[in-house]
């Protein structure tokens, strides 16, 4: 099994245009040679800093600055598939048109790549 993970920021006010994209997906994904599971994960921008803020100083917030994030909405897709193979020909089939409508709601900073969990086990 591979673990496929792919990670995007939708510009503010078009995160919804994106997850619709994404969840739109979901016909093709399951009629898809080796396919097995897919979540999707759109975060909840600003949500962990208010909760933390109540917890820390001014001070400590001062002195522990996060570079700072893309302006966008962040995405996570994880995928599994039976082989690494059949992710990529599932991509190269499908519609470029449609593809393209997606492409002006997005930030430049991506990643997809396939991964290994190395999650300790027992």
Excluded: C
């Amino acid at each position: 099994m591979q673990m496929y993970i792919a990670t995007l920021f939708a510009k503010h006010g078009a995160e919804d245009d994106v997850a619709a994209f994404y969840q739109g997906m979901e016909d093709q994904l399951k009629g898809a040679k080796g396919f097995i599971s897919r979540q999707i994960f759109q975060a909840q921008p600003g949500r962990m800093f208010d909760i933390v803020k109540n917890y820390i100083s001014e001070e400590e917030l001062a002195a522990n600055k996060e570079p700072p994030h893309p302006p966008g909405v962040h995405f996570v897709i994880l995928e599994h598939w039976e082989d690494a193979e059949d992710r990529v020909r599932f991509s190269r089939s499908l519609d470029k048109a449609r593809s393209a409508a997606l492409y002006p709601n997005l930030l430049p900073q991506h990643t997809h790549e396939f991964y290994t969990d190395i999650t300790p086990t027992g």
